[in-house]
């Protein structure tokens, strides 16, 4: 950075200092004018919490807030990845939502001695950033990265407590060379492949899609134009491979709740398998093979002849013979079987029976009466593979070396088979098609891949990886080929033979930067691997991972399918990435839309004077209202940084919070804000009593003993009870808004108690720290500054660390002697509840929580007739025990509410 020449600092010569050093001492004023002001700077405790002073107070604390502390190596880790963003320039409410929560979490448990991965990175690949270019004329990689600072600049000031030093950027040649290197171990395993296919073409972006990103109403997803049919030769990801582990691994992946089912629709049923057929034209090989969808792969043998619909690929005019058979269209072409090399014929034909979503059908003429009929009529030759053994079993024949096999048996050999031969053989439905990634823009990840006329397409070497963007000076209009006018980068040699050759000019779908993202922040300095074996296995699976529900279907399965074959490589320790997911809900707001027209209006356009009849005010058209994502278009967005300008960062955290399930969406209005801010100047007063009682000296409580014991039982029971119902929420349900609930609820009991127990309870001290320990996550910078409020008073009685920090502080626990609910459960109907204390409780075993429910009367009965125990325990809160009995038990002798 050049030197500022010295005049500029003088005292007369302020207003000739650059923008950069203006804004610095702004910053520095404010953190000075901060220190004056409020009571950790001054010593001095104001008796309002107003707007004013609690944005003091964060820029006293922020620079303490912020940092993400680190635990010892030998912490038990815990991993919450929130998805990360698009780096439009610009934060949105529901980043603001999504991050609030995921700070939340991460802070809790970092107060609870986990070593937390809290990252945060950029998904910055992708059509927005080369249509921005070509609209402003500047490069996509100068406009995003601009975007990323900017946006970098807004999470910190959310106070996030993001790993920083684990950011990653998808358009960084650091990051995308280990997505060219997954596509490359993708290409090796014969999972990547290129092949001709009628694809989903946008016109007005002017690339492909993928069926996933083409809507119900045949639109894209992200230009909204009609999409259109083009025939491109094109690179696919075999997902279908991949089916039924990604089906079974649903299964456990208990917290997904409806995203399972989303997933389970998106794969389909795996009610058989593929093979790959090699198609021939007078005798020469065509490039790709023809994939077909077989429910009965034991039958492989007795295939005759392939059908095809009307509108397959394979249907041209050319390839068709000169006579027409009976019931179809003879085609020239044949294909070759997969096992026997036997030449088959191909027909298309509308008059037979295919699966659905199939194009293609495999005729086995001894089994199905419409291919006996098609074979016998067109004088096709075929075998007979079924037959009966010695035991009445049927079994197949004339099935090479999978003869006389039962047929479940012939199935999974003839699969295992298929397999390792590479012509197919794994489970999948009709329904599920591979992931079609290629794109013909500039700005995304090169596909490693150099075409060569003898060779064919070569994979470009590990060690030569990355494959760089090339520079451009400008880009032409949408739907030009950049990288294909780049001559000096397209021309190259084969890797294999020398010769000369071209360089794959589409990029990969954005989905493939984002599917792996998780593993680099483990790792993302590592220019040797993807990411070190250690860490992997240290850090992964991710615990938590949250997001917006719309992404349940594309991006999840994407990330689950380079997860099961990452495990497959032995790169991750496990098949799922992700243990937990939270789908958190959009941000909603409040629109105004003329009824007659539709045609969306400002609010600051509508009379809404009658609220039953609101009208437009210019033209008196009726105006319907409506909560819907906030849109530009809609003229319902709310810009966050005249929130946090309004209502600083804690209040606006606690906002997002507060009310409404993080998973449902949340209706953004001012009017529901009042209970937040309320509830804020409530703890600001309670500590402000508690600062005054606390004045009045040591001198011995006027309270009598017995009531003293009394208001001790409130505050300890009170303590707990919050404390266990936050517990739960934050690390069993991520509820933040009933953890909200409960810190209100023990606001509340704190305030009714008498004067003197707030001077004398040593109770209630305990639960007033608590209280604001438990504020940390949710908004740091009024705890901390509570906390410095608690701790300066003289003649504390509770045992805190007082020389620690609030954000230093460990999470609170659940008192031994407090007793938490064991429920006792007979078929699944709750008979009885016993309170047992803290420190039994979290140590009790199934067999004693048996031995505790068989003891109740309403239970001993059945000790003899017990079919089998089930047992949960939520630690620190409530544990079940389900007692599963034998359906026949006299019930004469029950008792009555019995099993």
């Given amino acids: 950075m050049a030197m500022v020449p010295l005049k500029y ?21 404010n953190l000075n004018l901060a220190r004056r002001l409020i009571f950790s700077g001054t010593g001095i405790w104001d008796q309002e919490l107003t707007r004013e002073l609690k944005i003091d107070i964060e820029n006293y604390w922020k620079s303490r807030v912020c940092i993400s502390k680190q635990q010892p190596a030998e912490s038990q880790k815990f991993y919450v990845l929130s998805m990360f963003p698009y780096p439009s320039g610009k934060l949105h409410m529901g980043h603001v939502r999504v991050y609030t929560i995921s700070d939340a979490i991460a802070r809790f448990y970092r107060m609870n001695g986990k070593d937390v991965v809290h990252p945060m990175g950029w998904d910055a690949f992708g059509l927005p950033a080369e249509n921005a270019a070509i609209e402003r004329n500047e490069l996509p990689d100068k406009w995003t990265y601009s975007n990323i600072e900017s946006m970098r600049q807004q999470l910190k000031q959310l ?17 995308y060379r280990w997505t060219q290197y997954v596509f490359l171990l993708l290409f090796r395993s014969r999972l990547a492949y290129q092949k001709q296919a009628s694809v989903n073409w946008d016109p007005v972006d002017r690339t492909v899609l993928a069926d996933e990103q083409v809507d119900d109403q045949g639109k894209s997803w992200r230009s909204g134009a009609k999409v259109e049919k083009k025939l491109l030769r094109q690179w696919y990801i075999r997902t279908t491979a991949y089916s039924k582990s990604l089906l079974d691994g649903l299964n456990t992946l208990s917290d997904w709740k409806d995203i399972v089912n ?38 492989l043998f007795g295939v005759s002849h392939v059908y095809l619909k009307p509108d397959h690929l394979l249907n041209k005019k050319e390839y068709h013979a000169s006579t027409d058979s009976a019931g179809g269209i003879d085609m020239r072409l044949k294909t070759v079987h997969p096992f026997t090399q036997k030449r088959l014929p191909v027909f298309v034909s509308d008059k037979v ?69 590479k012509v197919g053989g794994y489970w999948v439905s009709s329904k599920l098609r591979d992931w079609l990634i290629s794109r013909q823009r500039y700005w995304g990840t090169p596909i490693p891949i150099i075409h060569c006329s003898l060779c064919k397409a070569v994979p470009v070497p590990f060690a030569d990886l990355p494959v760089l963007l090339p520079k451009v000076d400008k880009f032409a209009d949408k739907g030009s080929s950049v990288l294909a006018s780049v001559q000096d980068w397209v021309n190259t040699t084969c890797p294999k033979c020398g010769g000369a050759a071209r360089r794959e000019t589409d990029t990969m779908d954005t989905f493939v930067d984002s599917s792996w993202y998780y593993l680099r922040y483990l790792d993302p300095r590592n220019s040797f691997e993807i990411c070190n074996k250690e860490n ?16 349940a279907v594309m991006h999840l399965f994407y990330a689950r399918f380079i997860g099961h074959f990452l495990h497959d490589q032995g790169i991750i320790p496990q098949r799922e990435p992700f243990v937990r997911l939270l789908p958190q809900g959009m941000v909603m707001g409040q629109s105004f839309r003329l009824k007659d027209t539709g045609r969306y209006v400002p609010k600051e356009q509508v009379d809404d004077s009658d609220k039953e009849n609101l009208i437009e005010i210019s ?9 819907e994502k906030m849109s530009k278009s809609k003229h319902n967005g709310v810009d966050p940084q005249d929130v946090l300008d309004e209502y600083g960062v804690d209040s606006t955290r606690l906002i997002m919070l507060a009310d409404v399930p993080p998973k449902s969406n949340r209706n953004w209005s001012p009017h529901t804000f009042v209970g937040v801010l309320n509830w804020q100047r409530r703890l600001w007063q309670l500590i402000s009593k508690f600062r005054e009682e606390k ?205």
């Avoid at 302020?14 to 203006?22: E, K, T, V, Y």
């Avoid at 033209?619 to 909560?627: I, K, L």
Wanted: hydrophobic share 40%.
């Fill in 9 to 29: 600092f003088c005292s007369n010569s302020m207003h000739m200092l650059p923008r950069f050093c203006l804004r610095q001492t702004a910053v520095c004023n």
């Fill in 159 to 175: 106070s996030c407590s993001f790993d920083w030093e684990r950011e990653v950027a998808t358009c960084d040649p650091a990051y």
């Fill in 262 to 299: 989303l997933q389970k629709h998106w794969i389909g049923e795996c009610n058989g398998c593929n093979f790959d057929f090699i198609v021939e034209l007078d005798g020469c090989e065509f490039e790709d093979v023809l994939t077909v969808h077989c429910q009965q792969p034991e039958t």
């Fill in 353 to 421: 029976n295919y699966a659905e979503f199939t194009d293609a059908r495999l005729a086995v003429p001894c089994l199905n009466a419409e291919d006996l009929e098609f074979a016998l009529q067109n004088k096709i030759t075929f075998n007979n593979i079924l037959s009966a053994n010695e035991n009445g079993d049927v079994c197949i024949v004339n099935s090479a070396e999978f003869s006389n096999l039962l047929l479940p048996e012939a199935r999974d050999m003839i699969m295992k088979k298929a397999l390792e031969n």
């Fill in 536 to 551: 992997a296995w240290k850090n992964l699976p991710v615990d938590l991972y949250i997001g917006g529900k719309e992404h």
């Fill in 619 to 627: 033209s008196g058209s009726a105006v319907e209202v409506q909560w």
């Fill in 695 to 899: 004045a009045r000296g040591h001198h011995a409580c006027v309270l009598p003993a017995e009531q003293l014991a009394k208001q001790d039982a409130l505050m300890f029971d009170s303590r707990n009870f919050h404390l266990k119902g936050a517990t739960f929420n934050f690390m069993e349900t991520f509820n933040l808004a009933l953890v909200v609930s409960k810190l209100q609820g023990l606001t509340s009991d704190l305030r009714k108690a008498d004067s003197e127990a707030v001077r004398c309870s040593v109770e209630f001290e305990r639960a007033l720290c608590t209280l604001v320990i438990m504020l940390v996550p949710l908004a740091p910078h009024l705890a901390a500054e509570l906390w410095a409020g608690i701790s300066s008073v003289k003649n504390k009685l509770s045992n805190q660390d007082w020389k620690r920090s609030v954000l230093d502080q460990p999470w609170p626990i659940i008192d031994a002697g407090y007793k938490l609910n064991l429920v006792i459960k007979v078929n699944g109907r709750e008979k009885g509840l016993v309170k047992i204390s803290s420190e039994c409780f979290n140590a009790m075993t199934e067999a004693e929580a048996l031995d505790i429910a068989l003891q109740q009367d309403s239970v001993t009965i059945i000790r003899a007739n017990i079919r089998k125990v089930s047992y949960t325990v939520m630690p620190g809160y409530e544990a079940v025990i389900n007692i599963i009995c034998h359906k026949d038990i006299n019930r004469k002798n029950l008792p009555v509410g019995s099993c």
